[in-house]
């Protein structure tokens, strides 16, 4: 079913989607050989417009890619549960203090042993631009099931669910 959500119906359900994921593929454009570059991060933050932050280190190649083409391309996928997302935006890159200081979490201590005043430490910003998210209201498990009920008796169930636009 589609569910095309708007202003803080969508604000919410992206953010819930993001902080049950935290993990994405950060997809970024090679000004070189046309190609895209994936590797995972986990989002440190979500601001109440809908920007998402990631700490990086300033001297790796996402850093260049998005001060070379900003247009970058998340997705998030749930582990254990059906909830994709997949999230297109601009990404700007931030090496103020005040904010890697306000965007601090012990956790990035283990990739940045120099905590918030390790010159290398930055910040990635990315505004969202598109967004659009698929969810189950059934586990994999069920999902599994009814497959398999299908499979037998010929009969098709469909799961449950939605998808739509977020508009942010």
Known sequence: MEKNLQNEE???????????VRICMF????????????RP?????????GSLWFYTD?????VEEVA?????????AHPGKTTYMDVWGKGTVSTDRGLIKE?????????????VDDPN????????????YWESETGKMMQFLKMATAAVT???EVAKGAEGKLDI
Not at 27 to 38: A, P, S
Not at 58 to 62: A, D, Q, V
């Open 121 to 132: 430490l930055a910040l990635l910003k990315v505004k969202p631009t598109d967004v659009y």
């Open 41 to 49: 991060m986990a989002n440190v933050a979500v601001d109440d417009d």
């Open 58 to 62: 300033i001297r790796s190649i996402k």
């Open 68 to 76: 070379a083409d900003r247009d970058v391309h998340l997705t998030f």
């Open 10 to 20: 969508a604000l919410k359900k992206f953010k819930k989607i993001v902080e049950d």
């Open 154 to 156: 010929g009969k098709t």
């Open 103 to 115: 965007k601090w979490s012990p956790v990035v201590k283990a990739y940045f042993p120099g905590g």
């Open 27 to 38: 997809i970024t454009n090679t000004r070189d050989d046309d190609q895209e570059h994936t």
